[in-house]
């Protein structure tokens, strides 16, 4: 069958969207040796967000969050050593800092306590962000990667052209998929994928509600380093209109301050219903406690205060596939007998896991089509890419 359009480029694999996970899918397969082309109605950063496409909402933490996936453990562990490498470049916009994660009631250690490093428990911590009627807390803290989400995507983007990447901007429907080049299809279409191919698993949305408060300084620990936290409140302390999860990440151009989780469905309109205490952040509904809790713990902690800020409120939909099963869907099907990899359905961590998804993703490519790697010519500024694509060619990451 002639599936090439005129105007698309011989290539082996399709990649289906543009957001973290089909240009992190893209870019390793590339690396691995096959010829790559981007389908993508949005681009994150070049174009307008919206809720349902979820990665310019990122905040962007790298640590699991409302995510189901089998061999989460090793896609973590993939993830984390894709970001250490790019932070220790210096030259993809991941660095390293100081994450804590606060409880106003006791918690077992998180499953990737083993993972992460410098993993250790409040109690050994001098000081760390605690509401000032708090009696006391409990948690952690660890050194956290950060991805500064513009800049990381735009390298991204930048790194994947140069080394041949093709990407273009249209909106597919099923038919479309079926005329596009490539010896195989990767579904990287998050929340949309649901309209492209049937999947017999359920979905659900959390919709997170954040405030960028630009303007404000950056927040910084007693080291002067910057820092990010988690922090959950107990209910019968702060009572039921103000309960539930804050955080506060710092980046270069915004301070990002969330928490919401609010489960809908992905098929009917979202009422913007907001449960508890609420404000009008812009026009934007959104709980109370993101800026009046963040607001205290950030002033008692880092004498940083949101006042002088000017304030942004907005949402995003966390696309969560099958979270009581499989979880996010990373399986390889056949349309009209060629090969389509699924990699959609990460939830709250679809930064956290992308490099993970993208090797499993890669693997399932791998077992049906032969990567024929050329050697690697990069600028100068992309030199750990060549890093990159030795460990994915080694089979580090297998
Ligand atoms: C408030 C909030 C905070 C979050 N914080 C974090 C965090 O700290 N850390 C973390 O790891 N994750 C976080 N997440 C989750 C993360 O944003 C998602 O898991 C991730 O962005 C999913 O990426 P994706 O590429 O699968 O989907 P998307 O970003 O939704 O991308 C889908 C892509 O497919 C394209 N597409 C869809 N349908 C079609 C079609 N028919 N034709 C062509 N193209 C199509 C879209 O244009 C888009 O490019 C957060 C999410 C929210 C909402």
Same mark, same amino acid.
């Given at each position: 069958?002639?599936?090439?359009?005129?105007? =698309?480029?011989?290539? =082996?694999?399709?990649?289906?969207?543009?957001?973290?996970?089909?240009?992190?899918?893209?870019?390793?397969? !590339?690396?691995?040796?096959?010829?790559?082309?981007?389908?993508?109605?949005?681009?994150?950063?070049?174009? !307008?967000?919206?809720?349902?496409?979820?990665?310019?909402?990122?905040?962007?933490?790298?640590?699991?969050?409302?995510?189901?996936?089998?061999?989460?453990?090793?896609?973590?562990?993939?993830?984390?050593?894709?970001?250490?490498?790019?932070?220790?470049?210096?030259?993809?916009?991941?660095?390293?800092?100081?994450?804590?994660?606060?409880?106003?009631?006791?918690?077992?250690?998180?499953?990737?306590?083993?993972?992460?490093?410098?993993?250790?428990?409040?109690?050994?911590?001098?000081?760390?962000?605690?509401?000032?009627?708090?009696?006391?807390?409990?948690?952690?803290?660890?050194?956290?990667?950060?991805?500064?989400?513009?800049?990381?995507?735009?390298?991204?983007?930048?790194?994947?052209?140069?080394?041949?990447?093709?990407?273009?901007?249209?909106?597919? #429907?099923?038919?479309?998929?079926?005329?596009?080049?490539?010896?195989?299809?990767?579904?990287?279409?998050?929340?949309?994928?649901?309209?492209?191919?049937?999947?017999?698993?359920?979905?659900?949305?959390?919709?997170?509600?954040?405030?960028?408060? =630009?303007?404000?300084?950056?927040?910084?620990?007693?080291?002067?380093?910057?820092?990010?936290?988690?922090?959950?409140?107990?209910?019968?302390?702060?009572?039921?209109? #103000?309960?539930?999860?804050?955080?506060?990440?710092?980046?270069?151009?915004?301070?990002?301050?969330?928490?919401?989780?609010? !489960?809908?469905?992905?098929?009917?309109?979202?009422?913007?219903?907001?449960?508890?205490?609420?404000?009008?952040?812009?026009?934007?509904?959104?709980?109370?406690?993101?800026?009046?809790?963040?607001?205290?713990?950030?002033?008692?902690?880092?004498?940083?205060?949101?006042?002088?800020?000017?304030?942004?409120?907005?949402?995003?939909?966390?696309?969560?596939?099958?979270?009581?099963?499989?979880?996010?869907?990373?399986?390889?099907?056949?349309?009209?007998?060629?090969?389509?990899?699924?990699?959609?359905?990460?939830?709250?961590?679809?930064?956290?896991?992308?490099?993970?998804?993208?090797?499993?993703?890669?693997?399932?490519?791998?077992?049906?089509?032969?990567?024929?790697?050329?050697?690697?010519?990069?600028?100068?500024?992309?030199?750990?890419?060549?890093?990159?694509?030795?460990?994915?060619?080694?089979?580090?990451?297998?």
């Amino acid at each position: 069958m002639q599936r090439a359009e005129q105007t =698309d480029p011989y290539i =082996d694999v399709a990649v289906l969207g543009g957001g973290v996970i089909g240009i992190s899918t893209a870019l390793y397969l !590339e690396l691995r040796g096959y010829s790559t082309a981007i389908y993508t109605e949005k681009i994150p950063f070049r174009d !307008e967000p919206a809720p349902r496409f979820a990665t310019p909402y990122a905040a962007a933490s790298i640590k699991p969050a409302s995510v189901t996936m089998s061999e989460q453990r090793q896609a973590l562990s993939i993830s984390q050593d894709v970001f250490r490498l790019f932070a220790d470049s210096g030259s993809m916009g991941i660095r390293q800092q100081a994450h804590f994660v606060v409880y106003e009631r006791d918690r077992a250690d998180p499953s990737y306590a083993e993972i992460v490093s410098g993993f250790r428990r409040l109690s050994e911590v001098g000081r760390h962000p605690k509401r000032p009627d708090a009696r006391s807390v409990f948690g952690w803290q660890f050194e956290a990667y950060f991805a500064e989400l513009p800049a990381y995507l735009s390298r991204c983007y930048a790194l994947y052209e140069s080394i041949g990447g093709h990407v273009f901007e249209r909106s597919l #429907t099923r038919d479309d998929c079926r005329n596009l080049p490539g010896e195989a299809l990767v579904n990287c279409t998050g929340l949309g994928a649901r309209d492209l191919f049937p999947d017999p698993r359920p979905w659900t949305v959390h919709v997170g509600h954040q405030v960028l408060a =630009d303007g404000v300084q950056l927040v910084r620990n007693d080291d002067g380093e910057p820092f990010s936290y988690n922090y959950t409140p107990d209910p019968d302390a702060v009572g039921d209109g #103000t309960a539930g999860e804050v955080y506060a990440y710092p980046r270069m151009d915004t301070l990002v301050l969330g928490g919401s989780r609010i !489960e809908v469905s992905p098929d009917d309109e979202w009422n913007g219903d907001v449960p508890g205490r609420s404000r009008s952040v812009g026009g934007v509904e959104v709980p109370s406690r993101i800026i009046d809790l963040n607001q205290e713990l950030l002033e008692t902690y880092a004498g940083v205060t949101l006042e002088r800020g000017e304030l942004t409120g907005r949402y995003g939909f966390r696309p969560v596939r099958d979270p009581d099963g499989q979880g996010v869907r990373l399986e390889r099907v056949s349309l009209d007998g060629r090969p389509v990899v699924h990699n959609c359905g990460h939830g709250g961590a679809g930064v956290t896991l992308s490099w993970g998804s993208a090797a499993k993703a890669c693997e399932l490519v791998e077992e049906v089509l032969e990567p024929e790697p050329t050697s690697l010519s990069v600028p100068r500024e992309f030199a750990v890419a060549e890093r990159l694509a030795d460990r994915i060619r080694c089979g580090r990451y297998s």
